[in-house]
């Protein structure tokens, strides 16, 4: 007879396969984006295949690895750090003009659908408190806040005039609340359950969630503030080039 998986076993698996369907949904999202670009955008994304590909692969095995999992969380800072990194290279794409260019051609409703994913997660959080394998102190706030940036975003989508676009103002308190959510969860995650996971021997550490999915979360949160910024500088030039214009014909 088969030996039974333990509720963390089945976690584990559960999330390992999110996170593997989630990097899979976000290619497909960029290969879509990409799709205009002709012979660039196969470039682009065949690229994006690796680059994706490599990191959620080797946050994966971080995390299945137990030899791997229990040397990194063994160094002080190490998530925090890497965590910073991967972020901070996720933001760098916006330096580039073809990167803004390109995120700039994407419909705001779609990079705000593609936030559907943290409502799945956090309906993963609920489901492991419930099977006690996560603190209520953690799982509750990070779920509840999960579902909650995904519901205030459908209302804003609901919401949209049939023949106009999502409300710019609107959007940018969607994205700010999800950036400052999942800053929250992060400390969350090092303060409330790393200590809690230690304390019963239960592996405290998930490197896709936290390397790879809490990472571009964050990245596409700050390249939507960033766009959202360069929309509303644009709007303002072109409403103050008539009176400009004006001005420069009485004189």
Not at 116 to 126: D, M, P, Q, S, T
Not at 145 to 167: E, Q
């Amino acid at each position: 007879m088969t030996e039974a998986l333990s509720p963390t076993q089945w976690l584990v698996g559960v999330i390992t396969a999110l996170v593997a369907f989630f990097a899979l949904d976000l290619w497909r999202w960029i290969a879509e984006t990409t799709s205009s670009l002709g012979a660039r955008g196969r470039v682009v994304r065949i690229g994006a295949a690796v680059v994706v590909g490599g990191w959620v692969g080797l946050a994966l095995i971080a995390t299945l690895v137990p030899v791997l999992r229990e040397s990194m969380t063994a160094i002080p800072g190490s998530s925090p750090t890497l965590l910073a990194a991967l972020v901070a290279a996720m933001i760098g794409l916006g330096f580039t003009s073809s990167f803004r260019r390109a995120f700039d051609a994407v419909p705001m409703e779609s990079a705000m659908a593609f936030f559907y994913w943290r409502a799945v997660f956090g309906v993963w959080l609920l489901a492991g408190f419930m099977a006690g394998r996560l603190p209520s102190g953690f799982a509750i706030p990070a779920a509840l806040g999960d579902i909650a940036v995904t519901m205030l975003a459908i209302v804003i989508l609901a919401a949209k005039p049939a023949t106009g676009t999502v409300s710019r103002w609107a959007v940018m308190v969607w994205n700010v609340a999800g950036f400052c959510d999942l800053l929250g969860v992060a400390v969350l995650a090092a303060t409330v359950l790393r200590p809690w996971a230690a304390q019963r021997g239960l592996p405290g550490a998930n490197f896709g969630l936290q390397l790879f999915v809490v990472p571009v979360f964050l990245g596409l949160h700050v390249h939507i503030g960033a766009r959202l910024w360069r929309e509303m500088k644009a709007a303002r030039r072109s409403g103050m080039a008539p009176a400009a214009t004006l001005s420069h014909d009485a004189a």
